[in-house]
């Protein structure tokens, strides 16, 4: 059997990059539990790239160990199907980090190919995540080792002499070094130095065989493309550039992959058809990042350095359009790198990326009437709402219907209409004292007195214009302590329509800043939705059918207020109807049901 020493498998450049996780998985309060799981494709290049020849191998391992606040180590057989190490019982709060190896064991000695090391990081309850980058190994002892035919190439190279594509006799372009490549390796275009001031092309004509790679990498900081890069749009072979400078556009043409691995391009960067960009590592688009067709993918295929990466100009402006896709096995995930990514404007229409890396309209901070409020506290404007996407329309909690000033009747606030409104009708009380006759004297704080504006004797549609409508109590947000004052010896049972307000977070699961503040409103605030939001355009139920939710047509409506007649002393529950027809505001019917709904202040 032929026997290499362990010198040779020394491996100086980093070339191959591979991304992992450390997933840590909360087994108690104090505890978790780490698992490193690596994919088969590590182990394919410590197969392609194995140096001994002979019948019997040893077998291809991992090692793994943990370093910091908890020490453990561990090793796995590697296979094609990849290699799984777990470590348990890791005390919540400690700092640590993992460094690994991937090795062959060939008549008992170890052959390191690859090494990795991660970041710190302190493990916090439930799950934590860092990444763990797989290199090939490195020796201080050994001169650099590159797997696959390296090519040089040189723009200074010197002008009569005739390049062999050594390191000593450079090629002068990339074109000359690309006719020479073996077409059934991995293949290195080294750039030692210079800048190429003509475009550098991998033409229509330039194949390898399947499986074959190229990858054109810089060899020191003078390395730059300065008329940019097109690749072919015949050649399925995948390409990397990495560690250098491009000037102008970057060009991935129709079927083709390029990775951008370490890259600072200058121009723009266009992706034809259902071409692919990869990026990785420090990539910088200072430029407009270009997919021409919806087809084509940026996929992040690595952890990403740079604050922002890329500013987007998507060929079409679409909601739920998919721009950016995280690779499998990249080590990071969307919530880390999507907002590396802009989105330039549409016009004096704003877009931007969501947590899924789907276009979306870009949200506000300002309130306006019938914009949506989000979950986080931005605002889609009306005119966008029919753009939504699915996540968009998830965080949708209320729609503003009052942005007032401090000389408006209902003064200096914004309101907004939750969007659920109760399934069924329900009376305003069950209470004897709720159900009194002498609510003018029970329920004094509450009452809506201006019975010019709401007389009580008819049963006739009233159509309200201007703010005369605004009478009695204005705001709901403290009547349902004036019923406890009134009624003390009652529960909120016994007062449905304030219950379901009160409780409205809470069934319908908001959470964080807006999970409190919810109330049964007043019909001053329930004909101000009306004038505001309703009347005749219907507005108020456009909105509800963009958001899938039941319309307020057809309903009447409790408030928090008690009203009462003054010639027959009749009590009147405190109904608000009028949605049903979209024009006038009409006096609820005497039997005390209707629907609820609540509001609150944005």
């Not at 990785?280 to 690595?302: F, R, W």
Request: charged content about 20%.
């Amino acid at each position: 059997m032929q026997k290499f020493s362990f010198a040779l498998f020394a491996l100086a450049f980093v070339l191959f990059f591979s991304s992992c996780s450390l997933l840590f998985n909360a087994s108690s309060s104090d505890e978790a539990t780490l698992t490193f799981r690596l994919g088969g494709e590590l182990f394919s290049k410590m197969k392609n790239s194995r140096a001994v020849v002979d019948d019997a191998e040893d077998g291809y391992y991992l090692d793994i160990e943990i370093k910091g606040g908890f020490s453990a180590k561990k090793t796995a057989s590697l296979s094609q199907s990849g290699a799984t190490v777990s470590f348990e019982e890791i005390p919540e709060g400690v700092t640590i980090w993992a460094q690994a190896q991937a090795y062959e064991v060939v008549d008992g000695e170890k052959v390191i190919y690859f090494v990795g090391e991660s970041d710190k990081v302190t493990i916090a309850e439930g799950e934590n995540e860092i990444s763990l980058v797989m290199k090939k190994y490195e020796s201080a002892d050994t001169e650099e080792e590159e797997i696959g035919v390296k090519f040089y190439v040189s723009a200074n190279a010197e002008a009569n002499t005739v390049g062999d594509g050594s390191k000593e006799k450079p090629f002068k372009s990339v074109e000359i070094a690309l006719q020479s490549l073996p077409t059934t390796s991995e293949n290195i275009i080294l750039i030692l130095s210079g800048a190429f001031q003509t475009p550098q092309t991998i033409y229509n004509d330039f194949a390898l065989a399947s499986g074959c790679t190229l990858t054109i990498r810089g060899g020191d900081s003078s390395a730059k493309l300065s008329e940019g890069f097109t690749s072919s749009s015949s050649s399925a072979v995948p390409i990397t550039l990495k560690d250098l400078s491009i000037s102008s556009n970057i060009e991935v043409e129709t079927s083709t992959k390029v990775t951008l691995y370490n890259v600072k391009s200058a121009g723009q960067v266009v992706i034809y058809g259902n071409g692919q960009l990869l990026l990785k590592g420090s990539t910088v688009i200072e430029g407009e990042l270009k997919p021409l067709d919806a087809d084509a993918k940026i996929i992040v295929a690595g952890p990403l350095s740079a604050s922002t990466v890329a500013t987007i100009t998507p060929s079409e402006y679409t909601s739920g359009l998919q721009l950016i896709e995280v690779a499998e096995g990249a080590g990071v995930s969307m919530s880390n790198v999507y907002k590396k990514f802009k989105v330039k404007a549409n016009g004096t229409t704003e877009w931007q990326l969501n947590s899924s890396g789907q276009l979306e309209k870009k949200t506000s901070t300002e309130a306006t009437v019938g914009s949506v409020v989000l979950s986080d506290g931005t605002y889609i404007a009306q005119e966008d709402i029919s753009s939504m996407t699915a996540e968009q329309k998830a965080k949708a909690i209320a729609v503003i219907f009052y942005v007032g000033s401090t000389s408006d009747p209902l003064g200096e606030k914004t309101l907004g209409l939750g969007i659920e409104i109760s399934a069924d009708t329900m009376t305003w009380s069950t209470s004897q004292i709720g159900q009194s006759s002498n609510t003018q004297e029970v329920f004094s704080d509450i009452l809506c007195t201006n019975t010019s504006i709401m007389p009580y004797d008819t049963h006739v549609s009233y159509d309200y214009s201007g703010t005369s409508y605004l009478f009695g109590d204005l705001d709901g947000s403290d009547n349902w302590s004036a019923v406890q004052t009134a009624d003390p010896n009652s529960s909120i049972s016994d007062y449905p329509a304030f219950e379901w307000a009160n409780n409205y977070a809470a069934t319908y699961s908001i959470t964080g800043k807006y999970a409190s503040g919810w109330y049964l409103p007043t019909a001053a605030e329930m004909i101000t939705l009306y004038v505001n939001l309703y009347s005749d355009t219907k507005t108020i139920n456009s909105i509800m059918e963009l958001l899938n939710k039941t319309t307020l047509e057809g309903k009447d409506f409790l408030t928090s207020n008690r009203t009462y007649n003054q010639s027959d002393n009749f009590l009147y529950y405190s109904i608000l109807a009028g949605f049903n027809t979209g024009t006038p505001i009409h006096e609820g019917v005497s039997v005390g049901t209707g629907y609820a709904c609540a509001i609150r202040e944005f």
